[in-house]
């Protein structure tokens, strides 16, 4: 981004490398400037000119995207070229290389680097100014300064805060003007800070004085580089006198610490406060606070941007590790300085002076002050502040249009969405990286894609629904006509099955008929054989009457011929004799052939007695056959009335059966006629709902 600043602007810090960005924003959420980033683009871009440096995106950004800038680079091309270069080594310097930190002095030598000074002096000799100005000015509250993204923050963005800086160089600063004033052998070389911050840089500037910050990672990338460890240089000791408990300076409350030396209750007038964004959120609020009287509480506060102090800072490689890990290398220094301060011998008092007399002898009034610019016409410049009506319509913009809208959940990297709305405002960002623009966005699409492919299912049911409805429609006459005729089938089939229990009703009559007349033939046939027999006897015993006729017939003829006989006897018998006895022959005569003529009329008689009777006997026998042939067929008549009534019944039953599921099928095709009106008025509605819902 380049700057709209008239003129020259801060120098760069921090640096971008597009190329690994991936515009997550997690830099924007660490940052505590926040407006400093742009994410109105495919990245995340940075603003210099409203960076304060803290380097907190540095190690936010697991995509290293972000790096910080320092001088290593000119400071070594300078040192190749032969430029006379001394350095300045922060205190933290004991955190970033095992407590090896005098050996970092045999490395810058071997560089050709000329002299080498204890920022830990300087460091005491800024508690000097701190206290002289303290005591002389006696302040409401003095925030101390040695940490450049605490300055700069103030300057930009809390201003009102600038009188409560304390008006005196930070440790660096010191030593710098130390250096110049104090040793005139090094007042023409160029001075590098070897520093575990990218932030020192704008010091510089701003100090005008400092020529190369280069901070513990160049170093160390230097010896990885190299293959080389830190220890295969030899320990050199600094060229200005030893710092005693300011060594401390780098850890959080080490000023508190120093100060402590003078003042043995200094923790009950110190505010000690470090990290972010608690620090930014302190000095954010507390111009309130003072403006109620409710602040500040402390007169002195010690404060530092990053929460393991200068020794977690973001140029060196400590953030991430455990806080007493590294602190426990800067208090092993302490002890080892303190030792040379300690009394042998002498009186503690003695050795105290001693360490008086070098910080007066590097020490002037009106040397190590420092004053402060505000820079809020910068972010005034850069940043408008929009009324709570531009904020209240990018927020119909961003679809928030209800309380319950407003979730600052901080997914975009902001405090609130009402900072996210002032960043969108000023062009700093965009509604496409807010979590709820982004959802709401992705529903208004869904349901533009959901409406649209309602449509088409809509239009595409419509024409199903107006096939379907003509066809319950036709289904719902073509129902109506089958109940018609089911009604119809089912009466006329009631009205057979009422004819079949007639029949079923006359077969049994007919049966029980047909019963009696089996029962009745086979008594007939019993009776026709009785007279068959009754026949057979009288035919039996008409031929015996033949037989005595005919025997009665020969005894007449017999008795004719003894007649004829006695006649012819009577008649040589003479008269008197033989009248008597001729009248008795002719009575015999006459009787014999009347007898003879009565046989012979019975015998004709019982001839045609018995031709009848032997007629009558084949008459019986014919009628006993026939007899027999109408019990047969009535027995048969009776087997089949009884199969017919079986049939009968079996049909009687089925057709009740049949009428009673016709009837089921009568209040089934009533139901689905009922139904089916019923479906095609809500198929109806469904149609009338439907266009409905496509004019939505």
């Not at 820079?375 to 928030?400: G, N, Y």
């Not at 609130?416 to 960002?429: D, H, Y």
Request: charged content about 25%; proline content about 3%; overall charge neutral.
């Amino acid at each position: 981004m380049e700057s709209k600043k008239e003129g020259k602007g801060l120098r760069p810090v921090i640096h971008v490398l597009e190329d690994k960005c991936v515009n997550c924003h997690r830099c924007i959420m660490v940052c505590p400037a926040k407006m400093c980033n742009n994410g109105a683009g495919n990245i995340v871009d940075h603003h210099s000119d409203l960076c304060i440096g803290c380097g907190e995106c540095i190690s936010a950004c697991t995509h290293h995207a972000r790096i910080g800038l320092d001088d290593f680079d000119s400071f070594m091309k300078d040192l190749k070229n032969g430029t006379p270069i001394v350095a300045i080594v922060a205190p933290a310097v004991a955190a970033s290389f095992q407590g090896k930190y005098l050996n970092i002095n045999g490395l810058l030598k071997s560089l050709g680097v000329k002299g080498i000074f204890d920022v830990s002096f300087g460091a005491e000799l800024t508690v000097k100014s701190y206290l002289d100005f303290m005591k002389k000015k006696k302040p409401r509250t003095v925030i101390a300064q040695p940490c450049p993204a605490i300055v700069s923050f103030i300057e930009m963005y809390r201003p009102e805060l600038i009188p409560y800086l304390a008006p005196a160089d930070s440790p660096m600063m010191h030593t710098m003007k130390m250096i110049k004033r104090y040793y005139p052998e090094y007042r023409n070389h160029r001075i590098a800070a070897i520093s575990p911050c990218y932030a020192k840089r704008r010091e510089f500037d701003a100090c005008g004085m400092g020529d190369y910050n280069v901070t513990f990672n160049s170093i160390q990338r230097y010896l990885d580089g190299r293959g080389e460890s830190i220890s295969v240089y030899p320990e050199k000791d600094y060229d200005n006198p030893p710092a005693e408990r300011a060594v401390l300076f780098s850890s959080p409350g080490g000023l508190m610490r120093t100060v402590g030396r003078y003042d043995p209750d200094v923790t009950a007038h110190t505010r000690k406060i470090e990290g972010s964004p608690e620090v930014y959120h302190y000095f954010a609020h507390l111009s309130k606070s003072i403006e109620k009287g409710s602040a500040p509480v402390y007169p002195l506060i010690d404060c530092l941007n990053c929460h393991m102090g200068c020794n977690g800072g973001a140029g060196t490689g400590n953030r991430g590790k455990h806080l007493d890990d590294i602190e426990s290398l800067v208090e092993k220094r302490a002890q080892e300085v303190r030792e040379k301060y300690r009394p042998r011998g002498l009186s503690k008092l003695f050795r105290k002076s001693k360490l008086e007399k070098f910080l007066d002898a590097h020490w002037e009034e009106g040397l190590y002050g420092r004053s402060y610019v505000s820079r809020s016409e910068v972010f005034k410049k850069w940043v408008i502040s929009p009324s709570r009506t531009d904020i209240d319509a990018m927020f119909v913009q961003m679809h928030k249009t209800k309380p319950g809208d407003i979730l600052n959940c901080g997914a975009c990297g902001y405090r609130s969405c009402e900072q996210m709305a002032v960043a969108i405002i000023n062009g700093l960002n965009k509604r496409e990286n807010c979590q709820y623009y982004v959802e709401f966005e992705k529903n208004l699409i869904n349901e533009q894609k959901l409406k649209e492919t309602v449509n088409s299912v809509l239009n595409h049911v419509l024409e199903e629904m107006d096939k379907s409805t003509k066809g319950i429609s036709s289904l719902s006459k073509g129902i109506s006509a089958a109940a018609e005729h089911v009604l119809s089938s089912s009466s006329a089939i009631e009205e057979m099955v009422k004819n079949i229990h007639s029949i079923d009703t006359t077969l049994e009559h007919n049966a029980a008929t047909v019963f009696k007349l089996n029962e009745s033939s086979a008594e007939g046939k019993k009776r026709i054989d009785k007279i068959g027999e009754l026949i057979s006897d009288v035919s039996s015993q008409a031929d015996s009457l033949i037989q005595s006729c005919q025997v009665i017939g020969d005894i007449a003829d017999q008795t004719s011929i003894l007649g004829m006989n006695a006649a012819i006897e009577a008649a040589h018998a003479g008269e008197s004799i033989g009248k008597g006895f001729a009248v008795v022959a002719g009575e015999i005569r006459k009787l014999a052939e009347n007898s003879g003529r009565q046989a012979k009329e019975i015998s004709t008689s019982l001839g045609n007695i018995k031709a009848l009777i032997d007629n009558s006997r084949d008459s019986s026998a014919n009628a006993r056959e026939q007899f027999e042939a109408i019990v047969s067929l009535i027995a048969a008549v009776k087997d089949e009335a009884a199969s017919i009534k079986g049939a009968m019944d079996a049909q009687s039953s089925g057709g009740s059966h049949v009428v009673r599921s016709l009837n089921e099928i009568n209040n089934l095709i009533i139901k689905i006629r009922d139904e089916s009106a019923i479906l095609r008025s809500s198929g109806e509605t469904i149609v009338r709902d439907i266009h409905s819902l496509k004019a939505i």
